[in-house]
């Protein structure tokens, strides 16, 4: 049992350059989301989807994309990457039903952007 | 809307020495309120959570938060830190019964020095 894995772990790209991250789960989770932290700033909601085939903007969602493959899978693709998206990028999933309301977080994809 | 303000960005203390980290919340709704904590170089993990009932919520290492819906408030504090309690600590609320849409703190950075 992984939990949530993240792929890659560090990345640098040139301003312009596109890139996808990938997140998986293995806990049969139906949320899944797309963090991005700053320092000072904490965690601020890029995407999330509530179920496979849904997905909603959250509080910075400008210059990203998601596409939720399945139930297990959530990407984020960045098409033309800028300084402003360095950051370490955090996904995490949630269980909705029951007592499930921890969301579990990946150990993050520091991205740097030249 | 809804938005977190963690009043400490830095708190340095001694082992064996009790610590409270504040937090203070903003919300025109009824809220939901939770403590993650980050180690080193790893996602969030949740600590503990105030959803309803008693005001008192504890964790299973120690660390205890009061929701004080007067002050806007929901401290954490640990009578006695170790060494490894050194992390990030977040603050979060959400206004959802779910407990899906989370608004993070900027983050309280807990050193315990020996």
């Known amino acids: 049992n992984a939990g949530v894995t993240q792929t890659p772990k560090f990345q640098v790209l040139k301003t312009g350059q596109s890139m996808t991250l990938q997140c998986a789960q293995d806990?049969?989770?139906?949320?899944m989301y797309w963090y991005r932290q700053d320092p000072g700033m904490g965690l601020r909601l890029i995407y999330y989807?509530?179920?496979?085939?849904?997905?909603d903007k959250g509080e910075v969602p400008n210059g990203y994309n998601v596409s939720r493959l399945n139930k297990r899978e959530f990407s984020l693709r960045l098409e033309s990457a800028a300084p402003s998206q360095t950051s370490v990028y955090f996904c995490?999933?949630?269980?909705?039903?029951?007592?499930?309301?921890?969301?579990?977080f990946g150990p993050g994809t520091r991205l740097t952007v030249l | 809307a809804q938005s977190v303000t963690q009043l400490d960005s830095q708190v340095p203390v001694f082992e064996e020495a009790p610590v409270e980290l504040r937090c203070n919340y903003s919300?025109?709704?009824?809220?939901?309120l939770f403590w993650y904590v980050q180690y080193p170089n790893q996602g969030l993990q949740l600590l503990l959570k105030?959803?309803?009932?008693?005001?008192l919520v504890e964790s299973i290492n120690g660390f205890e938060a009061e929701f004080n819906k007067s002050q806007t408030s929901f401290h954490l504090r640990k009578p006695s830190v170790h060494i490894s309690d050194t992390a990030e600590y977040f603050c979060?609320?959400?206004?959802?019964?779910?407990?899906?849409?989370?608004?993070f703190g900027e983050g309280t950075q807990l050193t315990v020095n020996p």
């Open positions: 995490a999933s949630k269980r909705d039903s029951g007592t499930g309301w921890a969301q579990y």
């Open positions: 806990m049969n989770h139906n949320s």
């Open positions: 989807s509530a179920s496979e085939g849904t997905t």
């Open positions: 919300s025109s709704v009824s809220v939901y």
């Open positions: 105030y959803l309803s009932g008693s005001t």
């Open positions: 979060a609320v959400s206004q959802e019964t779910s407990g899906s849409r989370l608004t």
